[in-house]
């Protein structure tokens, strides 16, 4: 088994019908890890100046 036809949650072999997922189930997990903030993009600390001009142009 090559790492492409791997599920990359749980390493089972990936299932077309929820592709790169092995299952609905890693499919769904991984759903729920973007929805409960599990993954996170990195990002540099915020301009707090840049965010006062964009409130008060409101």
Partial sequence: MTKA???PLCGN?????HKP???RRCKDRDL???LGEG??????????EALDREVSSD
């Fill in 13 to 17: 072999i990936t299932d077309p019908a």
């Fill in 5 to 7: 036809n791997s599920c």
């Fill in 21 to 23: 997922f092995c299952s």
């Fill in 32 to 34: 729920l890890q973007w």
């Fill in 39 to 48: 993954y996170r993009i990195p990002a540099g600390p915020a301009d707090p």
